[in-house]
């Protein structure tokens, strides 16, 4: 029998407000242990919490990016919770009235579109985080009361690729709507994974197991990749699953059980009653609505479409946002935006990572992961705005190539000059003599020159080798120094070594 895999994701965001979610310690990463803690984030008897209004942004304006509805009225609801992470004995969340509902994601998958809905994504709260030492545990309260969203997709997705390449299109849109840094590495989005099989075309779903508390995405495919052959497993050797939570262990490469449906938590939600509900006002959500962004992929469709680009151009200039405006200033200004995109991705881009590399010594990966790693080097980083050249000049630049005035080799001569100098294209072709030779007396001499030169690849031509015919034309462009017109030179080789 064949199956297939239904899943859902729970995932969890870190947002990026400078203070917490109730109080108004730090949410910063790296602090010594217990130093952004107070009595609120300490769940010490007597406190009240205040709740942190960039927050409650932050979760609508995610609302607006995967094009949820959002509620007029949303509340704060207590989940219990006893683990000493979380010292008041319950986590606030959005338990049946969350601020956001009913959304979608698109994101490409499989050469085509993928579309995910979204159940809602709804505000709470992390918790502190505990380390085992050899004879006692620790906890650091750090993380506890930083703001966390939760953002639930409905089991729409069904394979663990397709579930890799959703949670990297979610990532793209809560960084590019600057809702959260996302950092894996810093544990700023952790996935709760939901998963079963049932016969192919069944409509009834078969038992839920859920894998907890995943930390990359590439774990997140992993696990999936294991549990649903190891479903398929149980199911085709006439076995039975039941409803069970998991846990992956990334070093083996296996999930475990931790514990079935019998003992599963009652959370015994109520509404906190220290909170207000929420009504937001129709200015409130205009001004939220104003920090919406263009999207990754529609930005990547508009580079497109707009200016006639290859998708992996296009994707470059997504992945790379600086670079990308960069590109886009320019591209306005001229016919033929194709060559200018090579020109500032693979020249203008290469020479800032070579500038760079220079300065400090390391390759950085990239520009725009250079940028947001700033203080990671102690030399500054070559940026855009440091460039010498204004940005028209790669317009001028790619023109002149274009109308033929100088060779495409000559041009990277040129573009390396501007690049160290911030002269025009116009004055180093005139300074270095660059212009390309179209004068047919003065091309045909250099081929006279370069067939006397040359017997051996002369007859090569002559009994049929026609790659003989690309020496002889490198050794007329080596005779003029680049500047002849490599098209020219190739067409009077040829009538001059066939008549
Ligand atoms: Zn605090």
């Known amino acids: 029998m064949e199956y297939e895999a239904v899943i859902g994701l729970e995932t969890h965001v870190q947002l990026k407000t400078k203070s917490k979610m109730w109080c108004g310690c730090a949410n910063a990463f790296g602090s ?74 698109e994101f490409e998958f499989n050469g085509g579109r993928a579309c995910v809905r979204i159940t809602r994504a709804h505000l709470e709260e992390d918790v502190g985080k505990s380390t085992h030492f050899e004879r006692n545990s620790g906890v650091d309260f750090n993380r506890a009361g930083v703001p966390l969203m939760e953002i639930v997709s409905e089991p729409d997705l069904t394979s663990a690729d397709m579930a890799y390449e959703y949670l990297n299109a979610l990532k793209d849109i809560l960084v590019y709507g600057g809702v959260s840094d996302c950092d894996m590495e810093k544990g700023m989005v952790r996935c709760d994974v939901n998963v079963s099989v049932r016969p192919k075309g069944a409509k009834e779903l078969g038992a839920k197991i859920e894998i907890k508390n995943m930390n990359s995405f590439s774990g997140v495919r992993r696990a999936l990749e294991y549990e649903i052959s190891r479903q398929i497993e149980v199911l085709t050797k006439g076995g039975k699953l039941i409803q069970s939570t998991r846990r992956w262990d990334d070093v083996a490469g ?187 007396g003065a091309i045909e001499k250099f081929c006279d020159e370069a067939i006397a030169a040359n017997p051996g690849p002369v007859a090569d031509f002559k009994a049929g080798k026609a790659a003989a015919l690309n020496f002889l034309k490198g050794q007329v462009m080596k005779l003029s120094k680049g500047k002849a017109n490599p098209a020219l030179a190739g067409e009077i080789l040829e009538r001059k070594l066939k008549g």
């Not at 304006?61 to 989940?79: M, Q, S």
């Not at 991705?345 to 390391?362: C, F, P, S």
Request: glycine letters at 4%.
């Open 32 to 105: 010594p242990p217990n130093t952004n803690v107070c009595p609120v984030c300490l769940g010490l008897p007597g406190v009240l919490p205040v709740p942190n209004e960039e927050a409650l942004r932050l979760t609508v304006l995610t609302g607006f990016l995967l094009n949820c509805e959002i509620p007029r009225f949303a509340k704060f609801d207590r989940k219990s919770y006893f683990y000493p992470d979380m010292p008041k004995n319950y986590q606030i969340t959005q338990y049946d009235k969350p601020s956001t509902a009913n959304g979608h994601v």
């Open 254 to 440: 296996i999930t475990e059980e931790m514990r079935t449906k019998e003992d599963a938590h009652d959370y015994r939600y109520f509404p906190d009653p220290d909170l207000m509900p929420l009504a937001p006002t129709d200015a409130w959500l205009a001004e939220v609505k104003s920090r919406v962004v263009e999207l990754p992929l529609a930005r990547k469709q508009r580079f497109m479409r707009d200016y006639g680009l290859p998708a992996s151009d296009a994707q470059t200039f997504v992945w790379d946002v600086p670079l990308g405006n960069y590109f886009e200033g320019i591209a306005k200004k001229s016919k033929n935006p194709k060559p200018i995109a090579n020109w500032v991705i693979n020249n203008l881009r290469a020479k800032l990572a070579e500038a760079n590399e220079r300065r400090t010594g390391v390759a950085p990966v990239s520009i725009e992961e250079d940028k947001l790693e700033t203080g990671a080097t102690l030399v500054p980083q070559m940026t855009l705005a440091d460039l010498k050249f204004k940005p028209e000049a790669i317009v001028e630049l790619a023109g002149l190539v274009e109308n033929k005035t100088i060779s495409s080799s000559a041009a990277q001569q040129v573009f390396a000059e501007m690049f160290e100098t911030g002269k025009s294209p116009a004055a180093i072709v005139r300074e270095k003599g660059l212009a390309q030779v179209s004068d047919t």
